[in-house]
């Protein structure tokens, strides 16, 4: 009987590298996500004052604006400086995107994590009151006034960038040096935290750690299908998917958040 392939030899040098870049990579996303939020929100001020309004907080909009050029802008640079993909990564990713198997796959693991994300808050409503994520007075105000905007947020531009940040940069950094998972639980629980963070979040410790635990969960079954299908568009699609049947709960009133 052939025996399979023994796994691949990770020299020290190679794993400390790894690590070494993941920590690099964390930092810097986290600095430029601060550094590009701040300017997002002195441009926007600037333009109330000019255009003679006067808000007190950013509205809906500018709430919008502020996470696509702070996240976004954060994915983009660090995609394009640290984790641009190679010929070989961009042949591997265009043979799976023909692949029927990685479409499939896809749709499946994004109705599987919003299915396990209800039940989840299920099992948890029964111990105790359910806790609204951070995001949920945005969306709410969206659906109210923007719809179509918050469509096209929460299901095209939000898993585009987010996915290229943590699973093309933070988790991919690991995951190319054979350490996929130490890389699926940190990348999940950046995503998680960065979700709900601690100090911003107006949920208690047990609602923070529930939250948590929806988004790390939603954060490993993304990494895994990135590793499976070898493309991030994986990932990009299951992601869509969630948000996309999250949001018709929430249009349909059906979800609080």
Not at 23 to 49: E, H, K, R
Not at 68 to 81: C, E, F, R, S
Not at 100 to 129: D, E, I, N, P
């Amino acid at each position: 009987m052939k025996q399979p392939p023994p796994p691949p030899f990770l020299s020290p040098s190679a794993s400390t590298a790894a690590w070494v870049g993941f920590t690099a990579d964390t930092l810097l996303a986290i600095g430029l996500m601060l550094v590009l939020s701040l300017f997002a929100g002195i441009c926007l001020a600037l333009f109330n004052v000019s255009s003679g309004q006067n808000q007190a907080a950013p509205g809906v909009l500018a709430q919008m604006l502020i996470a696509i050029v702070a996240t976004g802008g954060t994915a983009a640079v660090l995609y394009l400086w640290r984790r641009r993909a190679t010929a070989a990564e961009k042949a591997a990713s265009l043979q799976a995107i023909h692949r029927r198997r990685t479409w499939v796959t896809s749709v499946l693991a994004g109705a599987a994590v919003f299915v396990g994300s209800l039940v989840v808050s299920w099992l948890f409503s029964r111990l105790s009151a359910s806790p609204a994520p951070s995001n949920n007075a945005l969306m709410q105000q969206a659906r109210e006034q923007y719809p179509v905007l918050l469509v096209v947020f929460a299901v095209g531009l939000a898993p585009l960038y987010e996915e290229l940040l943590f699973r093309r940069v933070l988790f991919g950094r690991l995951a190319a040096a054979g350490l996929v998972l130490p890389g699926i639980v940190l990348s999940s629980l950046l995503f998680a935290v960065v979700h709900e963070i601690p100090g911003l979040s107006a949920n208690s410790w047990p609602g923070m750690l529930q939250l948590w635990l929806i988004y790390g969960g939603m954060g490993a079954v993304f990494a895994w299908l990135y590793q499976r299908t070898g493309t991030l568009l994986a990932p990009i699609l299951a992601h869509a998917v969630n948000n996309g049947a999250a949001l018709i709960m929430l249009m349909l009133g059906l979800s609080s958040g």
